[in-house]
C-alpha cells in the first residue's frame, strides 16, 4: 500500500518557470548559469525543469546526484561544488566535467586519474574573498595557478570565490572586484585565460539584480533562488518568482487539548537543547506523523496562518491549532511550505515520499 504522509509535494512547472526567469535575467547580464540541484538531491523532475529552463551546466556537492544526472541522459556539462575529496578523485573526472578546487595536492589527484582514464578534467579555483569556507588566499593564488596548470589531463578553466555561506558576507562591489583583480593578475604572471570567473551564488543575484555587479563576473551557480524562489539574503520573495514550488504534507495523529507549560521539572530535551515556551493557555495541540529525523522542523511555515510550529522530537511535530482556519481532527493532512534546510532535510529523507504534481 502506498505511504500517503508524509510526503513531499514537487511542483516542476512553478521551479521551470523560476529557473527560466534567472536564466534569462544572468543570460541577459553576459553570465552563464550553473543551476544547483542539490538541495533537491537530483531529483529528475527538477533536473529536467532545470534543463527545459535553459541551464547552461548542472551542479551538485555530491558525486553520487551528479551521477544519477549522468543516467537520466543529460547532455549538460556537470560541476562538482564541493571541495573533492583525493580520494574520490577517480570518480570524480570519470562524472563532473569540472570541479571547484582550493588544494593544489588534490588536483594532482585528479590530474592522475584522469591521466589513468584518458581523459580531461577542469578545475575552477577557490580564491577566499572574505568568508572563511573554501578558498586558497589571496597571496597564494598565483602559485596554486601557475602548478595546476602544468598538470596533465588538467584545465584551470578560471577562479572563483564563496560567499554568504559560512561568515555570512555579503557579495559586494568591493569583494567581487577583488577576484576580478586577483584574476587579472594572474593572467599577467601566468599567461593563461582564465575565462571563467565564477563570483556568485544565489547571493550574489541581488548586486547583478542593481547592475552594480563587475561584468568580468560571468559564472553563477545558482540553487535556492530557482528552488525557492527568494532572495538568500533576507528570503523576501525574489520579483516575479513562485514560492510555492514544494509543499510538505503531514498527517495528524493526535488532537488533544492541553496546557502551554510542561508540568514537572524539566531538564534538556532529546537532542540535549533547553526549550522556552510561552503560556498561551489551554490550547488544540495537533501530533503530526513527520520529525527531526526528516526536517527541520523550525524551518516549516503551515499554510494554514492559524497555526504555530511548537516544536518537534524525532518523530513528531508538535503544532498549536487552536486558531486553525481549517478544521483539525485525527486523519487530517496539514501543509507547510519547507524553508531552505527543511527542504534539503526532506528530498534527503527516505521516509518522505516525493510525489511530483504537474500543474497545467
Same mark, same amino acid.
Given at each position: 500500500?502506498?505511504?500517503?504522509?508524509?510526503?513531499?509535494?514537487?511542483?516542476? @512547472? !512553478?521551479?521551470?518557470?523560476?529557473?527560466?526567469?534567472?536564466? @534569462?535575467?544572468?543570460?541577459?547580464?553576459?553570465?552563464?548559469?550553473?543551476?544547483?540541484? %542539490?538541495?533537491?538531491?537530483?531529483?529528475?523532475?527538477?533536473?529536467?525543469?532545470?534543463?527545459?529552463?535553459?541551464?547552461?551546466?548542472?551542479? &551538485?556537492?555530491?558525486?553520487?546526484?551528479?551521477?544519477?544526472?549522468? %543516467?537520466?541522459?543529460?547532455?549538460?556539462?556537470?560541476?562538482?561544488?564541493?571541495?573533492?575529496?583525493?580520494?574520490?578523485?577517480?570518480?570524480?573526472?570519470?562524472?563532473? /566535467?569540472?570541479?571547484?578546487? $582550493?588544494?593544489?595536492?588534490?588536483?594532482?589527484?585528479?590530474? *592522475?586519474?584522469?591521466?589513468?582514464?584518458?581523459?580531461?578534467?577542469?578545475?575552477?579555483?577557490?580564491?577566499?574573498?572574505?568568508?572563511?569556507?573554501?578558498?586558497?588566499?589571496?597571496?597564494?593564488?598565483?602559485?596554486?595557478?601557475?602548478?595546476?596548470?602544468?598538470?596533465?589531463?588538467?584545465?584551470?578553466?578560471?577562479?572563483?570565490?564563496?560567499?554568504?555561506?559560512?561568515?555570512?558576507?555579503?557579495? $559586494?562591489?568591493?569583494?567581487?572586484?577583488?577576484?576580478?583583480?586577483?584574476?587579472?593578475?594572474?593572467?599577467?604572471?601566468?599567461?593563461?585565460?582564465?575565462?571563467?570567473?565564477?563570483?556568485?551564488?544565489?547571493?550574489?543575484?541581488?548586486?547583478?539584480?542593481?547592475?552594480?555587479?563587475?561584468?568580468?563576473?560571468?559564472?553563477?551557480?545558482?540553487?535556492?533562488?530557482?528552488?525557492?524562489?527568494?532572495?538568500?539574503? /533576507?528570503?523576501?520573495?525574489?520579483?516575479?518568482?513562485?514560492? /510555492?514550488?514544494? +509543499?510538505?504534507?503531514?498527517?495528524?495523529?493526535?488532537?488533544?487539548? !492541553?496546557?502551554?507549560?510542561?508540568?514537572?521539572?524539566?531538564?534538556? &530535551?532529546?537532542?540535549?537543547?533547553?526549550?522556552?515556551?510561552? *503560556?498561551?493557555?489551554?490550547?488544540?495541540?495537533?501530533?503530526?506523523?513527520?520529525?527531526?529525523?526528516?526536517?527541520?522542523? /523550525?524551518?516549516?511555515?503551515?499554510?494554514?496562518?492559524?497555526?504555530?510550529?511548537?516544536?518537534?522530537?524525532?518523530?513528531?511535530?508538535?503544532?498549536?491549532?487552536?486558531?486553525?482556519?481549517? +478544521?483539525?481532527?485525527?486523519?487530517?493532512?496539514?501543509?507547510?511550505?519547507?524553508?531552505?534546510?527543511?527542504?534539503?532535510?526532506?528530498?534527503?529523507?527516505?521516509?518522505?515520499?516525493?510525489?511530483?504534481? %504537474?500543474?497545467?
Amino acid at each position: 500500500m502506498e505511504i500517503q504522509t508524509p510526503r513531499l509535494e514537487i511542483y516542476p @512547472n !512553478k521551479i521551470e518557470d523560476n529557473a527560466r526567469n534567472i536564466v @534569462n535575467q544572468v543570460h541577459d547580464f553576459g553570465g552563464q548559469l550553473a543551476c544547483v540541484t %542539490k538541495v533537491s538531491c537530483a531529483h529528475p523532475a527538477v533536473v529536467a525543469a532545470l534543463q527545459t529552463a535553459g541551464a547552461d551546466m548542472l551542479a &551538485d556537492s555530491r558525486i553520487q546526484n551528479l551521477q544519477t544526472i549522468t %543516467k537520466s541522459g543529460n547532455r549538460l556539462p556537470l560541476l562538482l561544488l564541493r571541495i573533492p575529496s583525493p580520494n574520490q578523485a577517480a570518480e570524480i573526472v570519470r562524472t563532473a /566535467d569540472y570541479s571547484l578546487n $582550493s588544494s593544489a595536492f588534490t588536483v594532482r589527484k585528479l590530474s *592522475d586519474a584522469a591521466r589513468l582514464y584518458g581523459v580531461s578534467h577542469k578545475v575552477i579555483l577557490m580564491v577566499d574573498v572574505g568568508d572563511l569556507r573554501e578558498g586558497i588566499w589571496p597571496d597564494q593564488v598565483n602559485q596554486v595557478v601557475k602548478d595546476c596548470s602544468q598538470l596533465p589531463n588538467i584545465e584551470v578553466a578560471g577562479l572563483g570565490t564563496n560567499l554568504a555561506c559560512y561568515g555570512g558576507v555579503i557579495p $559586494s562591489q568591493e569583494n567581487m572586484q577583488m577576484l576580478v583583480d586577483i584574476r587579472d593578475e594572474c593572467r599577467r604572471v601566468t599567461g593563461l585565460e582564465l575565462p571563467i570567473l565564477s563570483g556568485a551564488n544565489s547571493a550574489g543575484l541581488p548586486l547583478m539584480f542593481k547592475k552594480k555587479m563587475p561584468k568580468e563576473i560571468n559564472h553563477y551557480r545558482i540553487g535556492e533562488t530557482i528552488l525557492l524562489g527568494r532572495n538568500v539574503i /533576507d528570503r523576501s520573495p525574489w520579483p516575479g518568482m513562485h514560492q /510555492d514550488t514544494f +509543499k510538505l504534507i503531514a498527517e495528524a495523529v493526535e488532537l488533544e487539548k !492541553k496546557p502551554s507549560i510542561p508540568i514537572g521539572e524539566r531538564g534538556q &530535551d532529546a537532542f540535549g537543547g533547553y526549550v522556552d515556551f510561552v *503560556d498561551r493557555g489551554i490550547r488544540n495541540r495537533a501530533i503530526c506523523n513527520i520529525g527531526r529525523q526528516d526536517v527541520v522542523v /523550525d524551518n516549516l511555515t503551515p499554510i494554514d496562518p492559524g497555526i504555530i510550529v511548537l516544536g518537534g522530537s524525532s518523530d513528531h511535530l508538535i503544532l498549536d491549532v487552536e486558531e486553525a482556519q481549517e +478544521k483539525i481532527c485525527v486523519g487530517s493532512e496539514i501543509e507547510f511550505y519547507p524553508g531552505y534546510g527543511a527542504l534539503l532535510a526532506a528530498f534527503t529523507s527516505p521516509y518522505v515520499q516525493k510525489k511530483v504534481v %504537474k500543474e497545467k
